[in-house]
């Protein structure tokens, strides 16, 4: 395990700027979830630590030296790929053999074996070191995927969206196994995904990335709780932060210069019955609590609700903002 | 895809469609098998029996066609002969019969061997380099590829005899005119950019995330060619070696053109068969038989691989 550090990394695909001059060190042991939607530069970053793409500019050092002539072999980077992750023509245990079998490595046969047993139980998959690698379930390929990437102790792991392609549930179970076993062996890793939920729940740091640039680096609570843009903070929270015009609801203290308010579940306060400024529209029941669709003059809001909140559709009720986010025209944090 | 979507597909044919469709494959397997059993028929035929008209259907099977394909006789007194020790063998038995004795093996066997060593050979070298070239073709970027994919395509579109001559000429300046390797490099040429074209649909089929993942897990590009897109690529492999080998093994137009001796293949050689007083049919006959064998042989082993072969990009895995 080794510190990573990305100085002024650019990559450009044709017409497009994949990567803009991004900036990132990674700690020893961190896990690190780069958050961002599709295209905007996850899997290229990725790839550019990895040895598979080169950058057009910008130095990428693992361990304190310099990586940008080393083929990815030399790299010392374990990768795990979204799809296409194991080799259909091997069995489960050779695929997690195959990176201990490199001749450039040269393992004894005994320590190849004693090692692939101990990451198999570790991902839960030893009963079936024997099985052809396409007659598993998809939760089985990803699991011996991650498994083919922890056999070795690289300085850093990279693993591009490797639950994605799974089912809600599978996906929350190998969430935490890969969590506890990152904790497990004190990994350092770079974690790309589209699902803030992974981010919030996995990772010791986040970066948002948007079109190739990286908009913030913090823990997940500053990211939630304390976001530099408004980019930054609409990528987190479920229901997605309500953006309205700064005058729109009252309490609220927008400093000079405020365009937009930002307001979260947690910054509006709902009364029913009097001094009614905002009526509610619907009432999605997701059975723990209630999405409630509310309008304001012609405005739209989606807010949590505790289910006893006994309002129905067509209320009028009072919205109150406290403590909501400001930003400016440009989209930056105010205050 | 939905099962709506495909319904059509998989519904089952109706029994007279079926029988219709069964009738028109055995008829068509008919039409094709009768000249291959015609000459397997005249092969076991004796030189009388071949020529008799009506053909004859019912007739004593005998191995003297294959006797006189295998030896090079002559003709002795029939006193010479009774007064040799007893036969040794079928054919010394057939041989004496018709008053002549084995004066030694023919050039058969020889000419056998060229095709295999010329058909083989050249077939590996095209799988082997036009291989490489699909890989090359497929992961890199290869300046002006399209166009040297359609060069590549372009040299199958003139008939190979239409070089003839100019290649005579450079094979005798060469000193390539009747040798194996000059043979082998020419059906090389002719196959390869069937092979390139084959393969490389092949290959792109791979996804190219196994070679990635095997170069982060501690391999160089080649090994893990060898290791990861080779054994997924061995369906193609198989198809491209059997086309290769097919046109290398049948190919007549070059070869009687360009060997007549050391390096003569099996195809200019079964005509050449003269028995005593005209063609030697039977023996013809069993020189096509034996000629037929290698490839039956190794088209029934990769039969799967042929048939996949043939409808590649049809069907989507």
Same mark, same amino acid.
């Given at each position: 395990?080794?510190?990573v ?18 900036n ?12 961002? #939607? ?6 290229t970053?990725l790839r550019?630590i990895?040895?598979?793409?080169r #950058?057009?500019?910008?130095?990428i050092?693992?361990a304190g030296?310099?990586v ?5 072999a ?9 799809q296409?992750s194991?080799y259909?023509h ?5 695929n997690?053999a195959?990176?201990?079998?490199a ?14 047993r101990e990451?198999a139980?570790m991902?839960r ?16 390929m990803?699991?011996?995927a ?7 102790r690289p ?7 490797p639950?994605?392609s799974?089912d809600a549930?599978l996906r929350?179970?190998?969430r935490l196994?890969?969590?506890r076993?990152?904790?497990?062996l004190?990994?350092?890793?770079l974690?790309?995904?589209h699902?803030?939920m ?7 740091r986040?970066g ?18 304390? #976001?530099s843009?408004?980019?930054?903070a ?5 229901p997605h932060?309500?953006?309205l #015009?700064a005058?729109?609801?009252p ?13 979260r579940?947690e ?9 009614a400024?905002?009526?509610v529209?619907?009432?999605?029941h997701?059975g723990?609590q209630?999405h409630?669709?509310i309008?304001?003059r ?6 949590l609700a ?8 067509g209320?009028?009720?009072?919205l109150?903002?406290r403590?909501p ?7 930056q944090?105010?205050? | 895809m939905s ?10 044919p109706s ?6 469709a069964?009738?028109?494959v ?5 039409i ?11 092969s ?8 008799s008209y ?5 007739f004593t099977p005998t ?5 006189n394909?295998?030896?090079t ?9 009774a007064?040799?020790?007893?036969p ?5 038995e057939?041989?004496?019969?018709r008053? %002549?004795v084995?004066?030694?093996?023919s050039?058969?066997?020889p ?9 083989f050979?050249?077939?590996f070298?095209a799988v082997l ?7 090359g ?9 399209d ?7 372009s040299t199958r579109m ?7 001559i100019?290649i ?10 009747d040798?194996?390797i000059g %043979? ?6 002719v ?5 390139v ?11 190219r ?5 095997? %170069? ?9 060619f060898r290791?990861?897109?080779?054994p ?10 059997i086309?290769?080998?097919i ?5 007549y ?7 007549s ?11 050449t ?7 030697d049919?039977p023996a013809v ?6 000629f ?16 996949r072969?043939?409808?590649?990009g049809?069907?989507?895995?």
């Amino acid at each position: 395990m080794a510190d990573v550090i990305l100085k002024g990394l650019n990559k450009r695909f044709g017409d497009t700027q994949a990567v803009s001059g991004l900036n990132l060190a990674i700690r020893d042991g961190e896990f690190i979830v780069l958050l961002g #939607p599709t295209g905007a530069g996850k899997t290229t970053t990725l790839r550019l630590i990895a040895g598979l793409e080169r #950058p057009d500019s910008g130095r990428i050092e693992i361990a304190g030296r310099n990586v940008a002539g080393e083929a990815p072999a030399e790299r010392d980077v374990a990768f795990v790929f979204q799809q296409y992750s194991l080799y259909p023509h091997m069995t489960v245990y050779e695929n997690l053999a195959f990176p201990l079998k490199a001749p450039a490595r040269q393992l004894a046969n005994d320590e190849i074996d004693r090692r692939v047993r101990e990451i198999a139980r570790m991902v839960r998959i030893d009963h079936k070191l024997e099985n052809r690698a396409t007659r598993l379930s998809g939760g089985e390929m990803q699991r011996v995927a991650i498994g083919r990437a922890l056999v070795r102790r690289p300085a850093i792991y990279l693993m591009d969206e490797p639950l994605s392609s799974l089912d809600a549930k599978l996906r929350g179970e190998l969430r935490l196994e890969l969590k506890r076993i990152q904790k497990e062996l004190g990994s350092t890793l770079l974690y790309v995904t589209h699902d803030q939920m992974e981010a919030m729940t996995m990772a010791d740091r986040i970066g948002i990335l948007a079109e190739g640039k990286l908009m913030q680096v913090g823990t997940p609570r500053e990211i939630y709780g304390n #976001p530099s843009s408004l980019h930054v903070a609409a990528r987190l929270g479920q229901p997605h932060i309500n953006l309205l #015009p700064a005058d729109l609801l009252p309490g609220g203290n927008p400093p000079a210069g405020t365009k937009t308010v930002g307001a979260r579940t947690e910054h509006l306060d709902i009364v029913a019955g009097e001094d009614a400024n905002a009526r509610v529209d619907w009432i999605e029941h997701l059975g723990d609590q209630n999405h409630l669709h509310i309008r304001v003059r012609d405005h739209k809001l989606v807010t949590l609700a505790d289910p006893y909140l006994a309002v129905r559709p067509g209320d009028r009720i009072k919205l109150t903002l406290r403590d909501p986010l400001y930003f400016d025209a440009g989209g930056q944090r105010l205050g | 895809m939905s099962s709506a979507n495909s319904a059509h597909s998989v519904v089952e044919p109706s029994l007279t469609s079926k029988r219709v469709a069964g009738a028109i494959v055995i008829l068509y397997a008919l039409i094709t098998l009768i000249p291959l059993v015609w000459i397997f028929l005249t092969s076991i035929k004796s030189p009388p029996d071949s020529i008799s008209y009506p053909p004859k259907i019912v007739f004593t099977p005998t191995l003297e066609g294959y006797c006189n394909l295998l030896t090079t006789r002559t003709r002795q007194t029939p006193e010479y002969i009774a007064s040799l020790p007893a036969p040794t063998g079928t054919c010394d038995e057939v041989t004496r019969k018709r008053n %002549m004795v084995i004066a030694g093996p023919s050039n058969f066997l020889p000419r056998f061997v060229n095709s295999l060593v010329i058909a083989f050979g050249s077939t590996f070298l095209a799988v082997l380099l036009g291989t490489l070239a699909a890989y090359g073709f497929s992961r890199f970027r290869v300046p002006l590829a399209d166009d040297l994919l359609f060069f590549i395509l372009s040299t199958r579109m003139m008939p190979p005899i239409a070089v003839a001559i100019p290649i005579y000429l450079m094979y005798r300046e060469l000193g390539l005119s009747d040798t194996a390797i000059g %043979m082998i490099l020419l059906y090389t040429a002719v196959n390869v950019s069937l092979a390139v074209w084959l393969l490389k649909g092949f290959i792109d089929e791979i996804p190219r995330e196994y070679e990635e993942a095997a %170069m982060i897990d501690g391999y160089t590009r080649l090994q893990a060619f060898r290791k990861v897109v080779l054994p997924q690529a061995t369906t193609g492999i198989a198809a491209t070696a059997i086309f290769c080998l097919i046109f290398a093994w049948n190919e007549y137009a070059f070869a009687a053109l360009l060997t007549s001796g050391e390096a003569q293949t099996a195809p200019p050689f079964i005509p050449t068969i003269i028995g005593e007083g005209g063609q030697d049919w039977p023996a013809v006959a069993a020189g096509t038989t034996i000629f037929l064998v290698p490839i039956l042989v190794f088209t029934i082993l990769l039969r799967k691989q042929l048939l996949r072969g043939i409808t590649f990009g049809a069907v989507r895995k």
